[in-house]
Nanobody
Framework: QVQLVESGGGLVQAGGSLRLSCAAS????????MGWFRQAPGKEREFVAA????????SYADSVKGRFTISRDNAKNTVYLQMNSLKPEDTAVYYC?????????????????WGQGTQVTVSS
């Protein structure tokens, strides 16, 4: 099993940047594909970005392509989400998740472990 703790959320103006971090503990971090999801009030949880176990493969939601970058440091048991050119519609609780499946998975039900989430608020 793996425990996940997100950090780095906050309030930022439109056009600004934030970097989210997700620290993992428990089983070997490199055995999990990792993903970021978000959930805005009244909406379903949606895929943001994912990265394979090795870090060689990544995938992104169309809404964040070119603005967000996912990366991982297996030596530090941490996955990151660099968010640039933030928009008010990026406002949500952001969740880190770990998957036992290979690849940069994009579906909620492909992830078995979840963090508690970190709030990101983008003001206009």
């Amino acid at each position: 099993q793996v425990q996940l703790v997100e950090s780095g959320g906050g309030l930022v103006q439109a056009g600004g940047s934030l970097r989210l971090s997700c620290a993992a503990s428990g089983r070997t971090f490199s055995s999990y594909a990792m993903g970021w999801f978000r959930q805005a009030p009244g909406k379903e949880r949606e895929f943001v970005a994912a990265i394979s176990r090795s870090g060689f493969s990544t995938s992104y939601a169309d809404s964040v392509k070119g603005r967000f970058t996912i990366s991982r440091d297996n030596a530090k048991n941490t996955v990151y989400l660099q968010m640039n050119s933030l928009k008010p519609e990026d406002t949500a609780v952001y969740y880190c998740a770990a998957s036992n499946y290979r690849g940069a998975n994009s579906k909620v039900d492909e992830y078995q472990y979840w963090g508690q989430g970190t709030q990101v608020t983008v003001s206009s």
